[in-house]
């Protein structure tokens, strides 16, 4: 058997770019007398930008610091042991980084062994450990924290959390066996499941200690002097700490029941993390701590090895790198100032535009529409949202007053768009609509505005085709809800200049949205996809599929949601017009459904009713539907669509629609709700074999999604 530190020092060879987190030691004497205390202050030695991880040698840092308390505790010299992080930070968990490089099993098993084998020290002290969760925690920040005895939390924590089902993984030092003994089954599922598979939902301090993490919640500006006096009264009596009892019967099972139903609606069976944790929270009902370790050992080390967690990671780095350095974008000092926004339309698509706008850039916004009820309609939205923001005590009265006053309606474009330095239109999806708004927009806006269109699959550059300045235009493509999707497609018409691309890019970035640039071509990326993928449903439907396997087929993709209900979201009409439009650029891989027209020419909003609260088939619309005979199995179709998906992906970066397949990945996980595990859509389609058997290549080299060879 090795020992932790040999363990530590191997896995520290195999990843030398490790940020290190070092593990300081610092004696104090306790408030009213209580005696001599070591506190363990956890710091990466850069500012709270880059947050403290769990690396080998940031694990062995922390092992040593162990030794010295451990011998300070044993020979009586101390009270008892605290753990801290550095300003606004209290750690964040394991280094990704340093799991990406891992290729054997065993050294995977180490890395969970090692967290392990340190923490459980901070258990075995012969003094009390508290755990003082001064900033933003997660994952082994969160864990490291539960081996202690007690645990104090920050009312201005931003966020806690443990996201590794999230990513593929499960929480692997302890947070699975020990979190649902010391808070129960429900909430440890609540954390660990649901938060986790719900866009890795965070908890704020209040929060925290609501569940029972924490043991007192103490304000921000003297946390950690808050804290030590508690630990004092702890420590002399004067406290008593006490935590209700957990449930350990029936309770327990409807708890892991319940984590299996919403891992099932979620991720339908498609990705192994969430079940694999709630194995170990099911087994961890008896209180046998070391054997829920071991079951987290082996658990952390498989997924390591499994493909799943390598995608997950590649998602979360496009994410958290490529979508905040997007790829091809000009150099952002060319990027003009925006100190005024003109949205043109006043329907819901640009209320909400007008109201993101207002509130991430805080400059005056104008709608302007065809008469004077629309306008008032829009400006209504744009305040009934901003009274609900205050009333959910987002915002004070006074921004509440101040964003108000920002937002204005006119129906004259030159008295409304004048001084604008960007001009937004959201209106009809008809190129000689969008042409002749343009035309009236450059006609009174100043020379140097943006003029962005926010079309899902019109050509940005017909649309300014017949402007004197044509290079001021780009595509400036919203998902909706405007609001919740980060996605934002900027598109380069075939005269953009530069300093247009950097503006548009500077104010995606002040939006907080992923902006990913796209080449003018039909439907751009996310609707081109989506179309193909929704496309080829249809037609097996209409091929004579019914249409319950059909949906049914696509299901291990975990996908939010089927894609006849994907449909019903977006709305037929636009799905079909989407279609249309595609059908006339590619007619060969894009056709349009006789069936999908005929439900659209009907006026219903979907294929299903709800009546029974789940989608069943409208009668109504089964009655329109006129199939041939041709039925295929689940696999048939899946292989079907996959097998479309990859072909049209293959043919966009023959085209250089985006700069690589990282950008189609980027694009389906913030635009479409893709999921995580999937690591968007290429990587799955590597592992599955697909992309081979259409293209007679990988999208993605060995070890970008996987496992390194």
Not at 79 to 95: E, H, L, N, Q, W
Not at 169 to 185: E, S
Not at 301 to 312: K, S, T
Not at 394 to 418: C, M, P, W
Request: hydrophobic share 45%; proline share 5%.
């Amino acid at each position: 058997m090795s020992t932790t530190a040999e363990l530590l020092k191997g896995a520290a060879e195999l990843f030398p770019d490790e940020v290190v987190t070092s593990a300081h030691v610092r004696h104090l004497d306790l408030p009213f007398g209580a005696g001599r205390f070591a506190l363990i202050t956890l710091d990466n030695g850069f500012d709270h930008t880059k947050p403290t991880t769990f690396g080998p040698q940031s694990l062995a840092n922390l092992n040593t610091a162990i030794d010295q308390v451990e011998k300070e505790a044993a020979e009586g010299e101390i009270v008892g042991v605290g753990i801290t992080g550095k300003p606004f930070i209290f750690a964040v968990g394991a280094d990704l980084k340093g799991v990406e490089l891992l290729k054997e099993h065993e050294h995977a098993l180490a890395i969970g062994k090692g967290g392990h084998e340190v923490f459980k020290r901070l258990a075995a002290l012969a003094v009390p450990t508290f755990a003082y969760y001064n900033g933003a925690a997660m994952g082994g920040g969160v864990e490291v924290g539960l081996h202690c005895s007690y645990r104090t939390v920050s009312k201005a924590l931003p966020a806690f959390s443990l996201p590794e089902v999230f990513l593929g993984l499960v929480p692997g030092w302890g947070g699975c066996t020990i979190l649902p003994n010391l808070i129960g089954a429900e909430k440890a599922v609540q954390v660990i499941i649901e938060n986790s598979l719900n866009q890795n939902k965070q908890l704020k301090g209040q929060q925290v200690f609501d569940l029972g993490i924490a043991d007192a919640l103490f304000e921000g500006a003297d946390f950690l002097e808050q804290s030590l006096n508690w630990t004092a009264q702890v420590l002399k009596g004067d406290i008593e700490v006490e935590r209700p009892v957990v449930d350990r019967g029936e309770a327990w099972d409807q708890a892991v029941a319940k984590g299996r139903f919403i891992a099932d609606s979620k991720v339908h069976g498609a990705a192994p993390a969430a079940y694999r944790a709630l194995d170990i929270i099911a087994a961890a009902k008896n209180g046998d701590l070391q054997q829920g370790y071991d079951a987290e050992d082996k658990a952390l080390a498989d997924l390591i090895m499994g493909g799943e967690l390598r995608a997950g990671i590649y998602a979360f780095n496009l994410v958290q790198k490529r979508g905040k350095r997007p790829a091809g974008a000009p150099d952002k000092n060319l990027a003009r100032p925006v100190t005024k926004v003109g949205v043109v339309g006043a329907g819901l698509m640009a209320s909400q535009l007008a109201l993101l706008f207002l509130r991430r850039l805080e400059v005056p916004v104008v709608l302007t529409d065809i008469d004077q009820e629309r306008v008032d309609k829009g400006v209504g939205y744009v305040h009934s949202e901003i009274d609900k923001l205050l009333g959910k005590g987002r915002i004070n009265q006074d921004k509440a007053n101040r964003l108000k006053a920002l937002v204005t309606g006119v129906l004259d474009k030159a008295e409304g768009f004048s001084d604008a330095d960007f001009v937004i239109e959201a209106v009809f999806e008809e190129i000689g609509v969008k042409q002749q708004v343009f035309a009236e927009v450059e006609a009174v806006a100043p020379a140097h505005a943006i003029l962005a269109t926010n079309t899902s699959s019109l050509s940005v550059s017909e649309m300014a085709s017949k402007l004197k300045h044509p290079e001021r235009v780009v595509g400036f493509h919203f998902f909706n809800p405007v609001a919740v999707l980060p996605l934002l497609e900027i598109v380069r018409g075939e005269q953009t200049d530069d300093a247009s691309l950097a503006t548009a890019f500077a104010v995606a970035k002040k939006l907080k949205k992923t902006a990913v640039l796209t080449k003018d071509a039909p439907a751009f990326v996310v609707n081109r996809i989506l179309t193909r993928f929704m496309g080829e449903i249809q037609n097996v439907i209409d091929e004579g599929t019914p249409v319950e396997v059909a949906e049914k087929a696509v299901e291990p993709l975990g996908l939010p949601m089927s894609p006849l209900v994907l449909l019903e979201l977006v709305g037929p009409a636009i799905g079909l017009h989407v279609s249309e439009t595609l059908n006339r650029a590619f007619p060969d891989r894009f056709k349009v459904s006789p069936n999908l027209k005929a439900v659209v020419e009907a006026g219903k909003r979907g294929f299903y009713v709800y009546d029974s609260g789940k989608p069943e088939l409208d009668p109504e619309v089964a009655a329109l539907l006129k199939q041939g005979d041709v039925v295929l199995t689940e696999e048939q179709v899946r292989a079907r669509v996959l097998d479309a998906v990859a072909q049209e992906i293959g043919i966009m970066l023959d085209e250089g629609v985006v700069a690589e397949a990282q950008d189609i990945d980027l694009c389906l996980i913030t635009g479409a709700g893709w999921p995580f595990h999937l690591g968007g859509i290429t990587p799955y389609l590597d592992r599955e074999g697909v992309s081979e058997r259409v293209n007679g290549k990988k999208f993605l080299a060995p070890g970008v999604a996987s496992v390194p060879a």
